[in-house]
């Protein structure tokens, strides 16, 4: 196993930082390592804001649900998908923007998240810790107007980085068996993966909390997708452009 | 800067590839180190799909808008955003799943690409190539119809894998000062900023076609988003149970 592979495997969400300082430098090769990602025919469909103004930081540190961290991480990230900068280029050669596809949102969705994987990668071999703050989603509106975002552009999730100040363990993952398929979708075989796992993160849970928290990925799975989860981003993302067509 | 750091950066599409086998062994690890990423509250709300029959590898190239390599390469995963596993989690503690959420449909499509970006990493880390297949895209139905993907699955890309046969330039990616912006949106400097990397485009486009192809990255973004693109997905989407409510 090589440098690389045990890095990756080793990943776990950091949410506990000194107050040691990310460097611009860093932040600038962070960032370079993440526009390495492929992008769909080069569209480079993202855009990074690091917030350094404290105040913003804890307006976003609200925005998140009250999440600390993400005022104080040496470094917070919004990452953005962002049609406008092809927006601005198509018009610049006499092309009219069409406005509101569905695999356009696609596209720069996943092109936010393939830099932001790499920032993280290229972030954890520098010793830095990371965690995704899909929280933002929480209030998107209010982020964009806090980071002056134009229309076609809406934060996918923010990032903190610094130099850790924890070391928990690393979260266990459904078997492969379950993930992996071989020629078709794996559906033979879910059920009992799923119980098999239930028992690994009733284990999980239990020694991360010292005994208080008992409960299985199903059931958090059940919390997680039994209810409705952040109604508002389709009126949202409608109003920025992104109407789904 | 680290080995990490250098795989990273050295990152360029791999479309050719020789005939040596990756292995399963390399395979499971790839996937692994896909799992390890992070995942919106641990729903790992990806499947992968190793396709290794040779007339679906040969349907699937066909589907993709005849990209060889679909068939050729040494593995050939397709990437699935997975909300089955999560619903029948869900079901299997008496609840019931929230179908349709936009937001769910996000957090499958990221917690997809997520992954995928490890994969692809990983495989870096071990000397192959990569090239992700958006094309799968262009028949997203068939695609799904040929793996058996259930309702709330849907494939968001392929992923070729194999040993280089090529060894292309890494593509210049946009001025970082357009991509990263300081507490807000960068948006004074768009405009020079794509004019400088229209020009380096340019000149990048006439080297790799030897004088053939005269384009830049406007024009091309033009080509891309100034039309509709893939008008099917909505509508496979809503078939599939992601109604983007």
């Known amino acids: 196993m090589n440098e690389t592979l045990r890095l990756l495997r080793a990943h776990r969400s950091i949410r506990k930082f000194t107050s040691e300082t990310v460097t ?17 025919s080069n569209i480079q469909a993202v855009t990074v804001i690091r917030v350094r103004d404290a105040a913003k930081r804890e307006r976003l540190a609200e925005f998140a649900g ?10 917070f990230l919004v990452i953005c998908a962002d ?8 018009e610049g050669q006499g092309g009219t923007f ?3 596809m569905t695999e356009h949102f696609i596209l720069a969705t996943v092109d936010a998240a393939l830099l932001a994987q790499n920032c993280v ?35 996918v999730f923010g990032l903190c980085l610094g130099h850790p100040d924890q070391n928990p363990a690393v979260k266990p993952r459904l078997p492969l068996a379950a993930v992996l398929g071989e020629d078709v ?8 993966a799923i119980a098999a796992y239930d028992e690994e993160m009733r284990a999980y849970y239990r020694e991360r909390s010292g005994g208080a928290k008992d409960s299985t990925w199903s059931l958090e ?24 067509m």
Do not use: W
Request: aromatic residues 4%; contains cysteine.
């Open 24 to 40: 611009d430098a860093q932040v600038s090769e962070i960032v370079r390592c993440g526009q390495a990602a492929a992008t769909s």
């Open 66 to 75: 009250n999440q600390a961290h993400v005022a104080s991480a040496g470094a």
């Open 83 to 90: 049609l406008n900068r092809a927006r601005l280029a198509c």
């Open 98 to 100: 069409c406005e509101g």
């Open 121 to 155: 990668v290229a972030a954890e071999s520098m010793g830095l810790g990371a965690c995704y703050i899909g929280g933002l989603r929480n209030n998107p509106q209010a982020v964009s107007d806090l980071l002056a975002l134009p229309r076609q552009v809406y934060p």
């Open 185 to 192: 979708y794996p559906g033979a075989g879910q059920a009992e």
């Open 221 to 244: 799975m059940k919390a997680l997708v039994g209810r409705e989860a952040r109604p508002h981003m389709r009126g949202f993302l409608a109003d920025r452009g992104f109407t789904m």
